[in-house]
């Protein structure tokens, strides 16, 4: 059941009409709109907002580390309707020992870097990703530089392999 703050909101009720399952709450502060979608249906919902909603453009995928608090993890879609002149936002949350959700790819080719950075910045993964893996960072570093328990002068480096 839709929750009661988005009763009156247009695209909550579309996502609520094509999947109860996948609405899991949200709320419109400063003229914009930010739905919590169940991690499970995430493709499904994205998939539907291109097609009958007119969000043509992904404008951005990133994440947010809310640790210590749990579920640790949100990852969040900027979606933008052209047509409509219209922008939303998607936030999935994720538990730190199980960051793990679907690839956006199939709906949006533009979600493969995206995804990548955050991957390689958070540690998030991507399921069916075509080519996860690191983006910024080399491909031998270690951890993931912006976890909130990652050390701020990062790893110590050991100058006895020299």
Partial sequence: ??????????????IEAHNAAALRGGLRAVG???????????????????????FNR??????????PVEPRFEVVYYLHSLPRNLRLRLK?????????????????????WYEREVFDLF?????????????MMPDDWEGHPLRR?????????SYQNE
Avoid at 32 to 54: T, W, Y
Avoid at 92 to 112: F, H, P
Avoid at 123 to 135: A, K, S, T, V, Y
């Fill in 1 to 14: 059941m839709l929750p009661e703050t988005l009763s009156e909101e247009p695209l909550a009720q579309a």
């Fill in 32 to 54: 914009e709109l930010s739905l919590e979608i169940d991690p499970a249906h995430i493709v499904d919902v994205l998939r539907m907002m291109k097609q009958q909603e007119q």
């Fill in 58 to 67: 992904l404008s951005s995928v990133t994440a947010v580390d809310w640790y």
């Fill in 92 to 112: 999935c949350r994720l538990r730190g020992d199980a960051a793990e959700i679907d690839s956006a790819t199939a709906v949006w080719d533009a979600a493969n």
């Fill in 123 to 135: 540690g998030i993964q991507f399921r069916n990703h075509p080519d996860l893996r690191r983006i």
């Fill in 149 to 157: 328990d990652f050390p701020v002068h990062g790893h110590k480096y």
